[in-house]
């Protein structure tokens, strides 16, 4: 069996003040590092292949939960939102010139300007997903997580998404079946001294 777990970066300051980071790298806060060095992954996770981002704020999460350093891919870059990256996603909606929208009415061909749509992503996850074996951990970001989980649930980007993604919990993909497990793994409390 394949399966990849997916579990999203800690927070970072842009996050917290609803900024679009797309592939900014933006480090984790002091908050969100002191947070996730509280956890670790639970087993069988603990032992499989940690993949990440290579952008900063998620392979230090990798480190932090596993304890290791993870191997990075490219695939697993955040979503290029071109000219809208750094802005707040709550001034883009309230100007209706932006062409701005909200994820339930994106689309798989919904793209920022100068940016990259969900099905760019799919194509750049797509062979990377194929080449994955046994157990895997992906620490990456919210748009990567989605086009997984939308390829997972069969949600075509329209309407309400069949899943809400939280951090510190694990997303299950049963990669060989394309089938999502129906509810998400909690990171688990490190022990005292550990």
Known sequence: MTRLALLRHGHTAWNRAG???????????DQAK????RYRLPTPWDR???WSSPL???SETARLVA?????TSAALVEMNWGDWE?????DLIADANTGYRHIEDWSWEFRPPNGESPADIRRRLVPWLSSLTGDNVAVCHIGIMRVILALAWGWEFTG???FRI?????????????????????LIPREAGS
């Open 19 to 29: 900024r679009i980071q797309g592939r900014s790298d933006i480090s984790l806060d």
């Open 48 to 50: 499989a292949e940690l």
């Open 67 to 71: 304890g290791r350093e993870p191997a």
């Open 34 to 37: 002191a947070e996730l060095a």
């Open 56 to 58: 900063t704020r998620a």
């Open 166 to 186: 939280k951090r510190n919990r694990l997303y299950v993909v049963d990669l060989e079946q394309m089938r999502p497990e129906a509810e998400p793994v909690r």
């Open 86 to 90: 750094g802005q707040r996603g709550e």
């Open 160 to 162: 309400p998404a069949p």
